[in-house]
């Protein structure tokens, strides 16, 4: 693994999962990569995936470096070619060079802005900072993938499934008051189509993900017969791919409640956080013995530790 | 020690003065707490709080992780039961509880909002905090307490007095702009009721302390009369409590100056800082050798170390 | 060495060069300064500098704090004897007083505010942070100086010129659209001068230097002479010293870009980033060989390694 984008940059998904699973039987290892260092960049603010990787990073012995980049305080110019005679103060070349210089992988997160679909489905502040820090490059969520966070979905389920046969895993989309990116779902499915499940994925017409992520998944646009028999049910907002980030919906029957629930089988129920109450999951459901949400946030250092010591090593740095 | 918010947490008081005054003999033992974390929490923002504490923690040689939560960058939901469709987007219950999966103990800073004395007096943040994160929470000051200053004050006096007979500690009203918490001196009455001191309070009428605090200690409204013969002075603006978070006078011939020294027994001058100099304390004061308030910054260090230790200890995380 | 605020603080200027040339080969030595604490003081965003200061402090062994202070959220009284009635919550003299408690080395990044000269250059911020911490403290970039900065580019001229006889070093203004501060000409030109070279200094009419720096260093007027046969050009925009702070002239003949270079000796081109693209200096050059901005940027590390290992020595501190 050269980087970590999506579950393409990574030759045995499944593995990766096994070893995540390991490293949180005994996550402290201070000596694995004693003398490296990590620089956490974010373009966008985060709680979950900063401390995660944050404590993921010292827990291999490797200090981390968080660098927040507000909108105003570092304004970054990513097209090649500009006269930069505006309000940007460096180009991405340089910014990124320079982060090559002091840290041995690079953890980057950005955002889509959701006005342009091209812009935010060809990653480009993504692949800028891979191609010119030449550091490995750990994606702390990107404008289309949330890796990290499928990772530690997919450790969740394994360790609440012991079945030999295949869980039924359902994705629904629910409803919310600000148009969010299809990160999560896209990386989720892309996810789970390399594990062992059988999945669904169930949301109003309109919304459906881009065919290179959900391509030949079946899709049900009735929630509750969707829901049928699901094992795992991962709740979840996005904003629609079709009509590029547009609110189609704000239908609260899609709200996840104990009426969802009681078509499932007993399901797990699942989301990324941070979660809106009431809204895309009632509190009957976060607080009750289904929801799983507290144990995949766990699961975040211990996905990240995978992800992070695989590149420490693999990266050229003297240790 | 289950949690450290106020004495009342606390069992031994002066007894946890002694270790943290053993602990500034040898503030750095790297060993004690290594592989330990803890989640600093700034809802307001801090200077002092914040270095002593990652100090503090860095000097047991555990990991300190600082979140510094802004007004806008991270709307928190309180309420329970609540629709979540308007600006907050996540909910303490999560936000706390994802925590309590990273940290070993959690450092909490809240501030009051000085206009429901209800809501302020409820502590409703940091008992959320406790709640919900399942961990041994420490007050970074909060909207009715500052115990870690406290224990530093106590600390300081020890410091300073070497006789057998109980000090005479008074603790004055200044002027000051702005409206402030009662935090610090709710706290430091709280404590010198435990310690071996003979304390009064002084301050205009209207002052009054809330009950709970304060009952029983005696009130001299006459400021140049509470300080004949003191031995030590803290010197510290509140807002009202009765007509609650107002500014009910800004005397200015309550700033303490060589004027009110002259009346004490050559007392030294206490502060938690930041001082407005010229307002609460002249410079004539903080500029010459009564005053300790500096001693009472960097034994801020050790009180906070004393407490840290004790709660890593006693956390049911493994080591 | 007391201070690292100028190259007169420093003894040996090119023995420092030679130490910190020495560490590159060798960087991470986590037992020499164990138990150290350095505080990085930021009063104005840096990317590079702040990097490059913690990654130094903690190759070293010591813990590094980094302290952003914005100018809403800390504001500091620098005046003496005033009444702080106004907005400014804290004085220097306590502010300083306190991180002097609580650290062994304090780096402090200041930024002139280019209307008044004699304010800006009487370093009274910097002056302040020396005078009240008590401590040793290392300029992370000042109003009128940028001393890491310089010592890493005489670093990298070292790296670059194995003849014997003394290179032609030719400092270029250039422009840009913002008005900068002097500090990093200033500093380059104060340690060139003891550095084994040749300086020569040009830009348009009116950018002169301030005496005390560039006096008895030639000034050339046109630039394409200037440039005759020089074998490093450092291109750099700065605003007017003799009326002050004033951007004079906008002529973009003066971007440095292939046209400049051949008229040099194939010159090693420098800039102290951030650098504006296509306006300070052309892609063509920043893209193609000459260009040594990078290693200038990794040599901060070991500049600065340097200098904060010379001052955690030589502090008091107990280790």
């Not at 992520?213 to 509750?224: I, K, N, R, S, T």
Request: proline content about 5%; hydrophobic content about 40%.
């Amino acid at each position: 693994m050269k980087n970590f984008t999506s579950v393409k940059d990574v030759k045995d998904p499944g593995g990766l999962v096994k070893r995540a699973l390991e490293i949180k039987t005994n996550p402290f290892t201070p000596d694995f990569a004693r003398g490296k260092r990590a620089g956490l960049i974010f373009l966008n603010p985060s709680l979950r995936t900063r401390l995660s990787s944050q404590v993921a990073v010292q827990n291999l012995g490797a200090e981390a470096i968080v660098l927040d980049i507000g909108k105003d305080g570092w304004a970054l110019e990513f097209e090649d070619g500009v006269k930069m005679n505006g309000n940007k103060a460096e180009h991405i070349k340089e910014a990124a060079g320079v982060m090559g210089q002091y840290f041995d992988v690079l953890g980057v997160r950005t955002f889509p802005e959701l006005k342009d679909r091209n812009t935010d489905y060809s990653e480009q502040l993504l692949n800028a900072f891979i191609r010119y820090s030449g550091l490995p490059v750990v994606s702390l969520e990107s404008a289309t993938r949330h890796p990290l966070q499928s990772l530690a979905d997919w450790m969740t389920i394994e360790e609440n499934w012991k079945k030999s046969e295949r869980p039924k895993v359902v994705i629904t989309w629910a409803p919310h008051v600000k148009a969010l990116p299809q990160a999560v779902p896209n990386s989720f499915v892309e996810w789970m189509r390399e594990a062992p499940v059988d999945l669904t994925i169930t949301h109003p017409e309109g919304y459906e993900l881009a065919e290179e992520f959900a391509g030949g998944v079946p899709v049900e646009y009735d929630q509750m017969k969707a829901l049928e028999g699901a094992d795992f049910v991962y709740v979840k907002n996005w904003s629609s791919y079709k009509q590029y980030g547009q609110i189609l919906s704000q239908d609260e029957s899609w709200s996840f409640g104990n009426e969802q629930l009681a078509v499932t089988n007993n399901a797990k129920v699942m989301h990324c956080l941070p979660v809106r109450r009431g809204l895309v999951i009632k509190d009957e459901i976060l607080d009750g013995p289904n929801a799983i949400h507290l144990q995949q946030a766990k699961n975040r250092v211990y996905s990240a530790q995978a992800v992070f010591a695989e590149l420490f090593t693999s990266s050229n740095s003297s240790l």
